[in-house]
């Protein structure tokens, strides 16, 4: 295998990011070591490659996989991230009649699956007791229906009872940093009651798929690696990860926008922590050039999953050797996925490099002659960083 800074060369639309050398050459190193039997598969979730797919995605629209609040937009916790403002979309299903009304509409629209979610109490808890026997029938009028679930906090008892209802996904964040808890979320409870939260939901028959929110603090990382190590205790199906998008931050407790080459390392700790368990790159990551850096770290790492990468991951990822799959898919069925967390080992059309460079040169009329690094501004340890535009 190449080095690894030479294989970003080869990659046009890559020309001008920032990438720091001693993290490249320290993932090179590192992938090399891990054995899983996940690791090597990558599949990406896009809408740029339909034309390599021999027929369009069915049903691919806004209500392929809605999102439903039993809350509407309300939300006690008012934390400094979200101020709700995440639920304001959603469709309200504010009673038990209401979701099944909405549940049938959807499916006649066509959809697929649904995120059920609503807006925490004081204690971080979805108060779904009213809802679990709607859930229940269903599942039992539409098996095919799938149903992923926010749980928030949750003891035995009700983990139980999410399992009875027969949802199929059972989702929560988990965060590892009490100063995190207390200030980012207003809340009074423990990073055990999150840990213990895993615990009983792994316990059940139900696919697990926490989510790790990365630089939740306030845009800085603080207890993501304490996280990573509470979910390598559970074991859960699936793992996935986004980065944190503040556009509802009060302006009084800003955000900073994390350094992708932080979120980078952690991407490559926890391929290293949880080498069979798949780990997936979230629709959720900032904007920009951040994000291309994002997801060139994320392939490099050996996530297997990209929801909505960049230009020229595919190839990237080609160029590395994986064993790469692209799914067809609109902004509804890349969250149906992260959240179903790839169902089946051979999900996604094989791709053809060729095919691959030809459509991102198709994208851009121009690009840098070929040099040392082809414009790839590297980035070493203790070094500022460089100044460079915006790459998208």
Known sequence: MSDWLEVVERVEP?????????????????????????????????????????????????????????TGGDCKLQCDHCKAKILEPMIAARSPEDLWRVVNEQINGGAQGMLLTGGS?????????????????????????????????????????MEDSGIDAAMMDVIGSQDTITQVYHLRRSVDDFEKTLEYL???????????????????????WNALEIIQRHQPQAVVLVVVMPFYAP??????????????????????????????????????????????YAVMAGLNGLAHPSDGMVELAVRLERDVRVTPACCSIAI???????????????????????????KRPTFAAAGSLGGIKVVMAGQPEAVGGCCS
């Open 202 to 224: 792994v316990s059940t028959k139900l696919k697990v798929v926490p989510h790790i929110v990365i630089g939740l603090h306030y845009g800085h990382l603080l207890g993501e």
């Open 14 to 70: 890559l020309d001008g990011i920032e990438l720091d050398a001693t993290l490249v050459g320290q993932m090179q190193q590192r992938y090399a070591q891990v054995r899983g039997e996940g690791v090597g598969r990558v599949n990406f979730y896009t809408p740029t490659f339909k034309a390599f797919a021999s027929s369009e995605i069915a049903g691919c629209g806004k209500s392929a996989w809605p999102a439903v609040s039993i």
């Open 121 to 161: 109490n004081h204690r971080n808890e979805v108060e779904y007791d009213d809802y679990y026997a709607t859930i229940r029938r269903i599942k039992d009028s539409f098996p095919e229906f799938k149903i992923a679930m926010h749980t928030a906090l949750v003891d035995m008892d009700i983990a139980r009872r």
């Open 336 to 362: 149906g996925d992260e959240v179903m967390a790839i169902e089946t080992a051979d999900a996604g059309l094989q791709v053809d490099i060729q095919k691959v460079i030809e459509h991102e040169r198709m």
């Open 251 to 296: 302006e009084n407790r800003p955000f900073v926008t994390p350094d992708s080459r932080e979120v980078g390392r952690f991407f490559m700790d926890a391929r290293a922590a949880l080498p069979d368990v798949p780990l997936l790159l979230g629709c959720a990551r900032p904007p920009g050039r951040t994000k291309v850096e994002i997801d060139s």
